[in-house]
Nanobody
Framework: QVQLVESGGGLVQAGGSLRLSCAAS????????MGWYRQAPGKQRDLVAT???????NYADSVKGRFTISRDNAKNTVYLQMNNLKPEDTAVYYC???????????????WGQGTLVTVSS
């Protein structure tokens, strides 16, 4: 079973920075798209940023200019650098991977377990 393991969440003051990481477990030899979503209490899960295998990125309007998504294909890892954090960025952040290939199998979509980011005012 392929897993996505996230790290890097925590508590930060407004204006601060955090970097999230998400690594796919071993045996993965290709992931087409990776991304980050977030879900605040009582709200739906929303897209934050995505990146394709060739580096094309997409961001939610609310994070443009503050967050940067990147990936290391050799390590099957995606990162989210979050700067100038605001209290409204408080949420559980989920890693997402689309079209994950391991020998003999393709997963259409996988999710990480989520990591909590709390931004205090």
């Amino acid at each position: 079973q392929v897993q996505l393991v996230e790290s890097g969440g925590g508590l930060v003051q407004a204006g601060g920075s955090l970097r999230l990481s998400c690594a796919a477990s071993k045996s993965v030899f290709r992931i087409n798209a990776m991304g980050w979503y977030r879900q605040a209490p009582g709200k739906q899960r929303d897209l934050v940023a995505t990146i394709t295998s060739d580096g094309n990125t997409n961001y939610a309007d609310s994070v443009k200019g503050r967050f940067t998504i990147s990936r290391d294909n050799a390590k099957n890892t995606v990162y989210l650098q979050m700067n100038n954090l605001k209290p409204e960025d408080t949420a559980v952040y989920y890693c997402n991977a689309k079209e994950v290939y391991i020998p003999g199998t393709r997963y259409l979509e996988l999710w990480g377990q989520g990591t909590l980011v709390t931004v205090s005012s």
